[in-house]
């Protein structure tokens, strides 16, 4: 396997891999390796590494939330009342124990959160949001765009060239 440069930047094998694994992560070490030209003991180790360096951090299986039922996909923008360490602490420890919000980012302008929220139906939806959502610590204001139509689902992140 190629050294990793003196930056710490990938190397041309490390990002082929990452590549591969994003596309497939129940792929054996041995189809991984023949993908990316290595053997399998040196492609299994910088497999190891990577995931050592915390590069790879998790393997998920991606599934269709309408085959679960979930025929409602929302994006809930959340105004919170208050900046403070403590209260951003609060609210997201309130949206960490909601299985319904399968997403949640700090994000910039107008809003404080925006959250990703999945539920059977409208009204379970509406129910969810009034009676969770709205009453979750330091909330000041709740906006919600449901989504008509995903154009393009998350399938991994771009590996960087550099």
């Not at 992560?25 to 189809?31: F, G, L, P």
């Not at 030209?37 to 269709?64: F, K, N």
């Not at 925006?114 to 059977?120: E, G, M, S």
Request: glycine share 4%; proline share 4%.
């Amino acid at each position: 396997m190629e050294r990793k440069e003196q930056n710490g930047e990938l190397t041309r094998q490390e990002r082929a891999i990452l590549t591969h694994l994003q596309e497939d992560c129940r792929q054996t070490t041995a189809a991984l390796a023949e993908k990316v030209h290595m053997s399998t003991t040196p492609c299994w180790r910088a497999v190891r590494r990577l995931e050592e360096a915390g590069i790879i951090d998790a393997y998920r299986a991606s599934v269709q939330p309408s085959k679960l039922g979930y025929s409602v996909n929302a994006v809930v923008i959340v105004q919170v009342d208050s900046h403070r360490d403590e209260h951003a602490l609060e609210f997201e420890e309130a949206v960490q124990r909601e299985e319904r919000i399968v997403e949640c980012l700090v994000v910039s302008g107008p809003a404080d959160y925006q959250l990703r929220v999945v539920a059977d139906d409208i009204e379970e939806f509406s129910r969810f949001s009034r009676r969770t959502i709205a009453r979750m610590p330091h909330v000041r204001e709740v906006r919600t765009s449901f989504v008509l139509k995903e154009v393009k689902s998350f399938k991994g992140y771009p590996i960087p060239v550099r």
